[in-house]
């Protein structure tokens, strides 16, 4: 008996970091604790850099800065589902701009 495995498809997007000083810590360690919640492979470029998304040394290593725009590529089982999860944490800014006040304390 011979088994024959069909691909799956690969899901794309390009997204943009909005975030002020880029790929940085925080918003690293949130897209990873994100892409561990999907069973897909879920991976981030940044021209010839491509990085695991589910690693945050790997996603700090693409050293993308503010408004660089990269690859979001997933596949597997829930690969639109994660595809959709995870551009949308970009295009939120990882939540930044709903918990961040850019007003400061004590001024009226």
Not at 32 to 59: E, M, P, Y
Not at 83 to 100: K, P
Request: hydrophobic share 45%; charged share 25%; aromatic share 6%.
């Amino acid at each position: 008996m011979s088994w024959i495995m069909a691909e799956s498809q690969v899901y794309r997007r390009r997204v943009i970091v909005k975030a002020e000083h880029g790929l940085h810590i925080r918003p690293c360690t949130l897209l990873a604790q994100a892409a561990t919640k999907f069973d897909s492979r879920i991976r981030l470029g940044n021209g010839a850099k491509q990085a695991n998304a589910k690693s945050v040394w790997d996603l700090l290593e693409l050293a993308a800065g503010p408004g660089a725009e990269l690859d979001l590529e997933v596949d597997g089982p829930d690969a639109p589902d994660a595809l959709e999860h995870l551009a949308a944490l970009f295009d939120s800014d990882f939540g930044v701009s709903a918990s961040v006040s850019t007003t400061p304390s004590g001024d009226s």
